[in-house]
């Protein structure tokens, strides 16, 4: 066993993890010591199933107090089985047949990949929507930590050794791959805030120690599932644990703790404590304000305000999370105040009129919702809004349709005018294309989507510029990345499309004979404006940002995941448009999703180059926030996305040719 060893009763400094492939415990030579907690009273106990678990573990964990009792153990048993480890092993592991390797990711307590992806429960899979515990994507580290390392161990034995001290520094707080810490027995008095550091915790023993207190930043560990605090003196446990959604045991037995809060584990179990004190949590400080961060320099952006010439507008683009999806069982983190509609909403709509952007790229607005609210107010804002629900509307009744989600495109009226808007059913589009043929893969992975788009050309009412503005909702699998890039390569199918037939129309006839300068001519569709925006549920590394960014995707590429799709896979993807991200000039944001299972960029705003440039950008989250909330929604941001936004100038035509004269209406357009 490796020594991990500072001096006797302070552990200050951890050297690098063992090397010997096994777990790792800490021998500090101390004879047994046993931190004296407040045992309870076995007559005044309420016997129920919850409370009969509570005692049982509690039992356990009390004949676990001999020095490295676990590792000692797990040793032992593993004498007769040759292996490259030694393994400590979780006793309140479920048996194997109920939980399998893919579902919990240990095998027999050492995990060869504690930052493995969550797997999808299926009643979460069957609400068909990411959420806390369902990553959009492969999970991604948090914007201000490293991605934990690779370990052939992820347990620390640490109990039993009569240890008093954890200081702040101490090199423990660097093991941010262990799962499983045992620190029982000891002698502490208090814990660290920094024991937050170590986020793919499952497994915390702090039981028999001297603590009275607990630090709220325990409650960023949110994949603990198991917190023994067994035999201390601890009186209250703080709100902030009410984070902790995963716990299904806190070990409070053999404390003085609080009546009230002992009465609720007693009846109701752990996860009605945690629930109470989520809900009884106080409302965290406000962030710090998202500035718009100008990308122009100061007399580059005076002499665009002093050229009346320069058309400017702005585009925000934000998933509202529909309010069928924001349940307690899906984000069960956030206070369920702070879930209910009727909160969410008015900071949804304070986000969307604060930026005053010209065009609002809206996903998940569920139907009734956005006939019943968003219409109305933002109608009296000054916006006119183009809406279509997700495909699967069409198979159910009248009052089912209502909860359906969608996307909507609103804009600024007095500004722009509606030409168009091309609803985008992605599964139709798909079933439609000759080269697709119809076999096992579109069946049971395109056409069993219900994801869509909504495509609108608009036209400026002063000046006649044209502008396409899309808005799409992508799959949001990670299982599914080839109908990702399927959804996303029709997508720019029919943006192309239908640009290249707004550019044949002809302009607008000058209105009551007024000198202004001639609305402008377009030759082909990729003279237009053109602005692709939405959840992509796509990293900045994935085929689908590449496809979008590059223009050309190879049709082998690994997120097609050697399905066959007609000439997207047999030529590969292409398309003409010059696209490039409102944010690539400064780099992505660390994150426009945020949740305790993902943290990374998903949301973009897509514009083409030759005709576009971008003026500013909605700056990101801040970062200490961040540090101080397990994700969103929270009693600050309404969705667990954040919107983005950019502010474009239309580029004058090359060269400074003049514009063609205008050509009236023929009416064989009619």
């Known amino acids: 066993m490796q020594s991990l060893h500072h001096h006797q009763n302070s552990i200050s400094h951890y050297p690098s993890p063992p090397s010997n492939g096994g777990v790792a415990v800490n021998v500090l030579g101390q004879s047994l010591g046993v931190g004296q907690g407040s045992p309870g009273s076995a007559s005044s106990q309420i016997i129920t199933p919850h409370w009969q678990q509570q005692l049982l573990k509690c039992e356990m964990i009390r004949a676990s107090r001999s020095p490295h009792h676990r590792a000692r153990a797990s040793a032992m048993a593993s004498r007769t089985v040759t292996k490259s480890a030694i393994p400590i092993t979780n006793p309140n592991k479920p048996p194997p047949e109920a939980v399998t390797k893919e579902s919990d990711g240990v095998e027999n307590g050492i995990s060869p990949s504690p930052s493995g992806e969550s797997s999808t429960n299926g009643a979460i899979s069957s609400v068909n929507h990411p959420s806390s515990t ?55 008095t208090t814990i660290p805030p920094e024991i ?14 001297n603590l009275q207190t607990l630090p709220p930043e325990m409650g960023m560990l949110t994949k603990l599932k198991e917190l023994y605090l067994f035999d201390n003196h601890i009186a209250s446990i703080p709100p902030e644990l009410g984070t902790l959604h995963q716990l299904q045991t806190l070990g409070i037995e053999g404390n003085p703790l609080e009546p009230s809060l002992k009465a609720i584990v007693q009846k109701e179990g752990t996860p009605a404590l945690i629930s109470f004190l989520r809900d009884s949590c106080p409302i965290p400080a406000q962030p710090p304000p998202r500035s718009l961060r100008d990308l122009l320099a100061p007399g580059e952006r005076e002499a665009l305000l002093e050229d009346s010439n320069v058309e400017v507008f702005s585009v925000l683009c934000f998933n509202i999370l529909c309010e069928m999806y924001a349940t307690e069982r899906l984000y069960g983190y956030t206070p369920s105040w702070a879930l209910e509609w009727s909160y969410r909403r008015d900071l949804i ?33 000054g916006y006119e809004g183009v809406y279509y629900p997700k495909s699967r509307y069409k198979t159910m009744n009248e009052a089912d349709r209502r909860l359906v989600d969608g996307s909507a495109i609103f804009f600024n009226r007095s500004k722009y005018q509606l030409v168009e808007q091309h609803p985008l059913e992605f599964s139709t589009v798909a079933m439609q294309r000759p080269d697709f043929k119809k076999t096992d893969d579109m069946f049971n992975r395109v056409l069993i989507r219900s994801d869509i788009a909504v495509i609108c050309l608009f036209e400026n009412i002063e000046t006649g510029t044209r502008h396409v503005i899309a808005n799409a909702h992508i799959c949001w699998d990670p299982k599914y990345s080839d109908v990702k890039l399927v959804q996303v390569a029709l997508l720019v199918d029919e943006v192309e499309k239908v640009a290249n037939d707004f550019a044949k129309y002809p302009p607008r006839p000058p209105s009551d004979g007024s000198s202004a300068k001639p609305p402008p001519t377009y030759s082909d569709g990729t003279k237009i404006p053109i602005i692709i925006s939405g959840d992509y549920n796509s990293v900045p590394g994935s085929g689908v940002y590449e496809f979008l960014t590059n223009g050309v995707l190879p049709g082998d590429h690994p997120d097609f995941l050697s399905h066959s799709y007609g000439r997207y896979t047999s030529d590969g993807l292409r398309h003409r448009l010059g696209l490039k991200s409102a944010y690539a000039g400064i780099g992505e944001l660390p994150l426009t999703n945020y949740t305790p299972s993902f943290h990374g960029a998903i949301d973009y705003i897509w514009y083409s180059t030759a005709t576009l440039s971008v003026n500013a950008v909605l700056s990101e989250v801040d970062r200490g926030y961040l540090e101080k909330v397990v994700g969103f929604p929270d009693a600050h941001n309404p969705s667990d996305h954040i919107p983005i936004l950019g502010e474009f100038r239309v580029k004058p035509p090359r060269d400074g040719v003049a514009r063609p004269p205008p050509v009236f209406p023929n009416p064989s357009h009619a």
């Open 134 to 188: 369902v990553a959009p994507v492969a999970e991604a580290p948090r914007p201000t930590a490293a991605k934990p390392p690779e370990n052939s161990w992820s347990s620390l034995d640490m109990g039993g050794v009569q240890i008093k001290h954890l200081p702040p520094t101490s090199g423990l707080f660097s093991f941010t791959f262990l799962i499983n810490l045992y620190l029982n027995h000891n002698a502490l």
């Open 196 to 209: 937050a550091r170590l986020r793919h915790l499952e497994l915390l023993d702090l039981s028999g120690n």
């Open 349 to 381: 709509m304070a986000e969307l009129l604060k930026h005053q952007a010209d065009f609002l790229c809206l996903q998940e607005v569920q139907t009734a919702q956005y006939e019943e609210y968003f219409v109305p107010k933002l109608v009296a804002e």
